[in-house]
């Protein structure tokens, strides 16, 4: 799937996804008004109004990005019809030629995940038949738990031409507070050794009891590292199975990495050399053009950029607002994307 | 909602969550056949099939435990049916007066999360009209975005009276990849502060750029707790709000803290002094009763235990199989609750 999506940003030449996190005071009054004479004011109707208001937003884009992202919570919040519209919205955005990153960051334990990666990406077996339940080309994950919780996504990336974004600096104000923890590492003759205060789980890591002898002669030999850093490592080495890696040498394994913290994303681009970025965080939550320079690579590729609210509420605010209005909302979108477009551009030079 | 938790545990006498996680392997044949006669080998087969199924055990186990855990994961790889099953199942065990526990280990940035407080615990307004969408009574939460991810559930539990388990140190064989991770703290006149590389995101934390002279200055005088203390702390200072406190001085806001690493559990136990702890991984993960007494406190509250196939799947088990068998799948999850309940009495003394 990378290969496409990597073929599909060369075609349109814009590192873009336009993320469909359709909120009720993005849609337009009269496609609410609507949906609701058609459902009633029920969770149905919501999503009616959901999936209307996405198709315009979709049918305005599809020629000009090579993806789109919907994010689940926006669907889940209106239960299982919220769900149902966001089955609809992926199944149309494929057939549309969008590639479809399904922002879900769901991770568990291994069984867990298996069923999370069944269920998004891969397919499922019920009797003599088989399905696809949501389908998407790519969906993001949360490493949180560890390989265990990632592996399954792996296993289906392989098998089905999929792909998946894993969580390392998310884009929000207070990503730093488990991220950025500064984590002690001791160099040994072997090169950088993990270290654990109690029984760790990373393979090749040393396990030191607190207070031990052997920790307090590590100690004079400490190295420090972000938290954010070794999730980045821990993907590269996710990233490297060869079974995963494209024919432009980009592998399945990408990472989320906000377009808020263009500094350390310059050392994450170089940590993850096979893993394609996707950046959240421009517009809206305050990524600037100028910032995304340090997730790209020298060939233009490696990353893609999303915005949400600044592309698909671009008509509730100017300069959109005033030539576009909510009649137009669609074609808000579209001129909102070529800015967005132009902008990078000119930031990549 | 904890206050209702602890009065179904002390009048249940059994510390128990059921994790309703029906895989496809753990329905007796019979109950297949019927759904798929009835809706054919497809997604609402499947579905049907697994409805039935919980339904069948929650009929039996609804008067012995206080709660039920189902994993939405093992719901949503059946797509739309499958969530519609999860709804199904949350309402009918909320009729038969247990206290559903949503494991959906959901974490976003701010508005995101609010969506999913919203979906799972809160109410969505639509129009004139209020909608509680999937209405579980508590649910699972997963930290890895800090703050910003978790305050929108907080917020829901204040309104609504519901609750939260937040991952702390999970279960899983992998789980100390990250979690266990040896963070660096410093000691200064003021206490322990907080040491980042880069700017992190702690409120009262230091930010310290790598290689400084001031990071040099504290380096000596460095501590280190594994990351997961850190998260427990994080967890404690959310359950602290006065309007999150129950009658019995617990907090809505709980952790998970996995039964498979009981001296962790003894840290975290003390660490996060107003939140119950929700233990997975007992039977078949690996965690056994006698591991369970650190995860309590001394007036015999304080965690409630989960078992998810161990109970669910005993009719394909031994000592459980030859005398149950698919037949009485039911019953067979009653002995098993049952043989639990001693297991954990017990070992609590």
């Given at each position: 799937m990378i290969d496409r999506l990597i073929e599909k940003i060369q075609k349109t030449e814009a590192p873009i996804v336009v993320g469909l996190d359709p909120q009720m005071s993005f849609i337009p009054g009269w496609i609410l008004e609507q949906a609701y004479r058609e459902f009633g004011e029920t969770l149905e109707g919501a999503a009616e109004a959901v999936w209307q208001f996405n198709k315009g937003i979709i049918d305005a884009v599809c020629g000009l990005v090579p993806a789109v992202k919907p994010q689940i919570a926006m669907y889940e919040q209106f239960g299982v019809p919220g769900l149902a519209a966001f089955q609809k919205t992926v199944s149309y955005c494929r057939q549309k030629g969008l590639v479809v990153i399904g922002d879900i960051k769901r991770g568990d334990i291994g069984s867990t995940s298996a069923a999370y990666a069944t269920g998004h990406l891969g397919k499922i077996r019920i009797g003599e038949k088989e399905y696809a339940p949501f389908d998407e080309d790519m969906a993001t994950v949360n490493p949180y738990l560890g390989t265990d919780g990632v592996k399954p996504f792996l296993k289906v990336c392989a098998e089905e031409d999929k792909g998946i974004f894993v969580l390392?600096?998310?884009?929000?104000?207070?990503?730093?507070?488990?991220?950025d923890r500064c984590v002690a590492l001791a160099e040994s003759e072997d090169g950088p050794v993990s270290v654990f205060l109690s029984g760790g789980g990373k393979p090749g890591g040393r396990s030191l009891p607190e207070h031990s002898e052997e920790l307090l002669k590590v100690l004079g030999n400490l190295q420090f590292r972000p938290l954010y850093e070794i999730v980045g490592e821990k993907v590269a080495e996710w990233a490297a199975e060869p079974e995963l890696i494209g024919k432009y040498g980009y592998s399945e394994v990408g990472a989320v990495v906000g377009a808020t913290y263009p500094e350390m994303g310059a050392v994450l681009r170089k940590i993850m050399p096979r893993s394609y970025i996707l950046v959240p965080g421009y517009g809206a939550q305050g990524g600037k053009g100028k910032d995304l320079t340090a997730f790209f690579n020298e060939d233009g590729l490696g990353a893609i950029v999303n915005s949400s609210r600044g592309i698909i509420a671009a008509w509730t605010k100017e300069p959109y607002a005033e030539k576009y209005g909510a009649d137009h909302y669609a074609d808000a979108a579209r001129a909102a994307v070529l800015d967005m477009k132009e902008d990078i551009r000119q930031a990549l030079g």
């Open positions: 390392v600096k998310t884009s929000n104000p207070s990503s730093g507070e488990f991220q």
